[in-house]
């Protein structure tokens, strides 16, 4: 057990018969309107939650039926009601459903009261929350800036610097690179911050990954270095689709976006052993999968999670419980979860892939309940320790230890790339056996995109 823990804490052209990527619908959350629907939402939800849900559905409903008139004045008197949603967020679909009816004067008074809410809450557009984060940001931000000069006490300055360090390196990590554009989705401003920042258009991207870490991955010191990693991997996507297609290309390829999810508490060394935070990880992710699904309902886009370490577990324990299906899922360093086998795992046609770097005292260790990389899981080897790239002959780097495998130039970051995009058949799997598979599948000829 020490050694396993004391590893967490470390942290040219393709040829034209590239088999081209494929997409699989995704299968999309059902739930009913909020104002019509309270009492249904309050039946599924766990009873410690019942009055919350109760509570959001409530207001919803509210909101539908006031006028435009009356809303500023509601919305001054339900200040705590509104805030108890991201407590005991609403259904996407309800909020959706909602947020469609509203006419844009009521949209402009809410993400103007209460930008904190809007941001935060599954089944708003993404666009919207986007605005409504940076609104709460620059309004932290400031806000933070008058107690610090006016705050009496060295430990309350201390504070207050370290918060506004924090929400300054939010700020710097939302500076668009190349031209691609990323939104702020997610904000949680409170001294646990969490923040997800997307590198691309998450409403109309046909290739959605989502990037979990795991322990000591904190917004105010690493939310720059992690979207730089969803970044480095929307690159990467978008030129392998371009290599993919072609002349057909056009100059243009199908969209990507990746997450640079920090949508929960991750844990340090004094609670690595303990669930708590992995769970309640896996809640905020699956809030997050389940509003994607909602939002791109009509289009659905291939839908892909990446975790690591600790939020390989967290990830784990959300795609256990039915609630959401993705159609890929790779796990780095796995400590494990509950679940025994990819059959437990609500991931498409067995799409799961198991990433293990030499020196990784993490893998094989089973440290929450199961293997990923046993054979008798059933997960697909995914190669991490480097090689001859067989499509494109570049030389890819390894990753070695726990804290290796989003290293930029590495086999992990190519194979990740892949199976983002449905390109699974063409990662490499690390064994030298395989060799040869790698280089045939690589050449098999490849369906059109359409």
């Avoid at 201390?158 to 904000?187: P, W, Y």
């Avoid at 939310?223 to 243009?252: C, F, V």
């Amino acid at each position: 057990m020490t050694s396993v823990v004391a590893g967490m804490t470390g942290v040219s052209v393709l040829p034209a018969d590239i088999p081209a990527p494929t997409t699989y619908s995704v299968v999309s959350s059902t739930s009913s309107w909020a104002g019509d629907a309270t009492d249904s939402a309050v039946g599924d939800a766990p009873a410690g939650q019942a009055s919350g849900v109760a509570a959001s559905g409530a207001i919803l409903g509210s909101l539908s039926r006031l006028s435009a008139a009356d809303l500023p004045a509601f919305l001054q008197s339900h200040r705590s009601d509104l805030d108890r949603m991201l407590v005991d967020p609403p259904k996407a679909g309800d909020m959706s459903g909602v947020w469609r009816l509203l006419d844009p004067v009521k949209q402009a008074a809410l993400l103007k009261a209460a930008p904190h809410v809007i941001g935060n809450l599954e089944g708003i557009p993404y666009a919207v929350r986007g605005r409504a984060n940076v609104i709460d940001l620059k309004r932290t931000i400031a806000d933070t800036e008058d107690k610090l000069a006016t705050g009496d006490g060295r430990a309350v300055r201390i504070e207050l610097q370290r918060k506004l360090e924090t929400l300054g390196n939010v700020e710097k990590a939302l500076t668009r690179r190349d031209g691609v554009k990323r939104t702020l989705v997610s904000l949680d401003t409170s001294d646990d911050a969490r923040a997800s920042i997307v590198i691309g258009d998450l409403a109309t991207a046909k290739y959605v990954s989502v990037l979990v870490p795991g322990m000591y991955m904190s917004v105010g010191e690493q939310i720059e270095d992690w979207a730089k990693t969803a970044q480095n991997l929307y690159d990467q996507q978008t030129d392998w689709l371009r290599r993919a297609l072609g002349p057909r290309s056009g100059g243009g390829t199908p969209g990507v976006a990746t997450v640079a999810w920090i949508g929960y508490q991750t844990p340090v060394l004094m609670n690595i052993g303990g669930m708590k935070l992995a769970t309640e990880g896996a809640d905020s992710l699956e809030r997050t999968l389940e509003g994607i699904q909602s939002l791109r309902q009509a289009d659905p886009p291939y839908l892909s999670v990446f975790a690591h370490s600790y939020g390989s577990t967290a990830a784990l324990l959300a795609l256990e419980r039915g609630s959401v299906t993705v159609d890929s899922l790779a796990l780095l360093g796995s400590p494990g979860s509950d679940a025994q086998s990819v059959s437990e795992l609500s991931v498409r046609a067995g799409n799961v892939y198991v990433g293990q770097a030499g020196l990784d005292p993490v893998v094989h260790s089973a440290f929450f309940g199961s293997d990923p990389g046993s054979p008798s899981y059933g997960a697909k080897p995914m190669g991490v320790n480097g090689g001859v790239d067989p499509i494109t002959g570049l030389e890819l780097g390894g990753s070695s230890g726990h804290n290796e495998y989003f290293t930029a130039g590495t086999e992990c970051m190519r194979n990740l790339a892949l199976i983002g995009i449905g390109l699974g058949r063409l990662v490499m799997s690390g064994d030298a056996d395989a060799a040869t598979q790698d280089s045939q599948a690589a050449s098999q000829p490849a369906p059109r995109i359409n």
